[in-house]
T-cell receptor, first 112, second 110 residues
C-alpha cells in the first residue's frame, strides 16, 4: 500500500518545539521527505532522510525515522511564526523513476 | 532565477471549456510531473515524464492530456472541463530523488 498519514492540525506557542508525525505503510520506501507549503505557494523541500538512517539534523530541524514502526517525525526547535504552514510527509519507492506519495498534510499554527 | 514556473497562476473558466496550463523548468532536470491538490490539500500525482516520455499515468480521465515538447517543458491540456476539476495543479521536476515544485495554477470551473 501507499498510504501516508498525518494528523491534520498542530498548534504551538512561539519558542516551543513542534513535533509533526507521519506514518507510512510501504516498507520498501527508500527516501522519506518533509515539504512545507505556505498559503498560496508551492511545496518547498525542507529535508529528507534515506531509509537506512534513523536520524538527521539540519539547524532547527530534526528528522527521526523508526523503520520498524514505519513512523517519521519532524521536530522544529524554537518554532517561529514564520513556521506556520502546512507540512507534508512524503515517501518514494526506489528502483527507477521517482514516484513520490504525499501524506495528508499537517497544518501548523504558531501562536505568538 | 533557476526554478519551475507555471502559467497561468489563476484560471477561471466555464464547464465544458478546454484549457491548457504550461510548465517550464530551467534546472536541467530529466523528469517532470503534474500533481493535483484538492480543496482538502490532498496532493496526488497525475503524470510523470522522463526525457519527453510518459512514465507515470495515474488513472487520470482521458480529458487530461499532458504534452512534453522537450525535457524542459510539460504542458497539461484539459478538455471538457468539469466542476470536479477545480483544484490547484502543481508542476514539478526532479533529477534523482528530490522534487522541486512550481508555484501552482489555481483552476476554478464554474
Amino acid at each position: 500500500g501507499e498510504d501516508v498519514e498525518q494528523s491534520l492540525f498542530l498548534s504551538v506557542r512561539e519558542g516551543d518545539s513542534s513535533v509533526i508525525n507521519c506514518t507510512y505503510t510501504d516498507s520498501s520506501s527508500t527516501y522519506l521527505y518533509w515539504y512545507k507549503q505556505e498559503p498560496g505557494a508551492g511545496l518547498q523541500l525542507l529535508t529528507y532522510i534515506f531509509s537506512n538512517m534513523d536520524m538527521k539534523q539540519d539547524q532547527r530541524l530534526t528528522v527521526l525515522l523508526n523503520k520498524k514502526d514505519k513512523h517519521l517525525s519532524l521536530r522544529i526547535a524554537d518554532t517561529q511564526t514564520g513556521d506556520s504552514a502546512i507540512y507534508f510527509c512524503a515517501e518514494s519507492i526506489g528502483g527507477g523513476y521517482q514516484k513520490v506519495t504525499f501524506g495528508t498534510g499537517t497544518k501548523l499554527q504558531v501562536i505568538p | 532565477d533557476t526554478a519551475v514556473s507555471q502559467t497561468p497562476k489563476y484560471l477561471v473558466t466555464q464547464m465544458g471549456n478546454d484549457k491548457s496550463i504550461k510548465c517550464e523548468q530551467n534546472l536541467g532536470h530529466d523528469t517532470m510531473y503534474w500533481y493535483k491538490q484538492d480543496s482538502k490539500k490532498f496532493l496526488k500525482i497525475m503524470f510523470s515524464y522522463n526525457n519527453k516520455e510518459l512514465i507515470i499515468n495515474e488513472t487520470v480521465p482521458n480529458r487530461f492530456s499532458p504534452k512534453s515538447p522537450d525535457k524542459a517543458h510539460l504542458n497539461l491540456h484539459i478538455n471538457s472541463l468539469e466542476l470536479g476539476d477545480s483544484a490547484v495543479y502543481f508542476c514539478a521536476s526532479s533529477q534523482g530523488t528530490l522534487l522541486f515544485f512550481g508555484p501552482g495554477t489555481r483552476l476554478t470551473v464554474l
